[in-house]
């Protein structure tokens, strides 16, 4: 599987594909000059169904220009399983037996998507140790869509791997330490929600890449017997202060608000005016937050700000004193789908 593919298409839920997703539509929304297209079909309903597959009976002619990408840790999650048939299917029967070829499966070996890889002669690759979903930005099943996507991996796990080294010192210059205290302090006060309000419309699915993050890892029964777990939501500024503002500011002080922001990509526009507008009226109000500026959207900079959200969560996870790797209640759901 090379970068020459200028159709993907990523299967893949939650956590298998989150990251790839994110990282891609931060580099490429509002840029029309880029001419690969990549589907993350998630758990498509009848009507995506319909538009991939007139995409396919019309817009792709060479078999060579698709990449179609497999993507599950237990390789047994239903809606995974759903749409690699249904796409698989529409893709063959335009192409034939050669499409597998054009496939890549990343699973744990011996699973049931692994095995459907071996019985097709379909390439894998081994889903990297006992990594979750949510913490798997820098292993291969993501790595892998970004290299097929002509994206720098490589750079995305190097920032990665900088911010690590950042949040290996002290506590007092150690960042992660330091949010995911201010975050429980106001936790225990009452503030039980975390709004990552991102004035960067790119950034949306990085956002919702960081609401599965803190939702899965946080929300659950603790050590002492106790149900905890800290509210992700997502705003995009400047949109959302025509939205929630108002409740913002003048309902219950229960939200801990962590402002996103490249100031390179919106400088010198009235987004940038916002930003700061908001910034000071959260000051007066007395409303808890924090920032996270990012130089440049970039793929160094996505791979710095995805270990930090990680290594926040896991600091956030000693305090409530839950375990950040587990989801049970994800997993019993799971069965209770596939039963």
């Known amino acids: 599987m090379n970068k020459n593919a200028k159709f993907i298409f990523v299967i893949g839920i939650g956590g298998s594909d989150l990251t790839s997703k994110a990282v891609w539509n931060a580099l490429t929304a509002h840029k029309p000059e880029v001419e690969k297209k990549i589907f993350f079909l998630e758990s498509p309903d009848s009507r995506e169904y319909k538009e991939v597959t007139n995409f396919v009976k019309t817009k792709i002619k060479n078999l060579e220009d698709i990449a179609l990408v497999v993507i599950s840790k237990s390789g047994n999650t239903a809606e995974t399983l759903e749409s690699f048939h249904k796409i698989f299917d529409i893709l063959s029967e335009k192409f034939g037996s050669p499409l597998n070829k054009r496939v890549l499966i990343i699973s744990s070996p011996n699973s ?158 009235i987004n940038e005016s916002a930003y700061r507008d908001t910034i000071k009226t959260y000051l007066e109000a007395g409303l808890p937050f924090e920032r996270y500026e990012i130089p440049e959207i970039n793929e160094r900079e996505l791979g710095k700000f995805m270990a930090f959200m990680m290594k926040t969560t896991v600091e956030l996870a000693k305090l409530l004193l839950v375990n950040p790797y587990d989801q049970p209640e994800v997993e019993n759901y799971k069965n209770k789908l596939r039963n």
């Open 112 to 269: 049931p998507l692994w095995k459907l890889a071996e019985e097709k002669e379909i390439e894998k690759i081994e889903w990297e140790g006992d990594i979750g979903g949510r913490f798997s930005a820098f292993t291969v099943a993501h790595t892998k869509v970004l290299s097929i996507a002509g994206l720098d991996s490589d750079v995305f796990v190097a920032g990665g791997k900088e911010m690590d080294e950042e949040c290996n010192t002290e506590a007092e210059n150690n960042p992660a330490q330091n949010l995911a205290r201010k975050i429980f302090d106001n936790y225990k006060n009452g503030v039980d929600i975390l709004d990552f309000f991102i004035f960067n419309s790119e950034l949306e699915d990085l956002g919702k890449w960081c609401r599965q993050l803190i939702a899965e890892s946080l929300g659950k029964e603790n050590k002492k017997g106790e149900k905890v777990g800290i509210t992700p939501m997502v705003s995009i500024g400047p949109t959302d202060l025509h939205s929630i503002l108002q409740l913002n500011l003048g309902g219950p002080k229960n939200k801990f608000t962590l402002f996103i922001m490249s100031l390179k990509e919106i400088s010198q526009s």
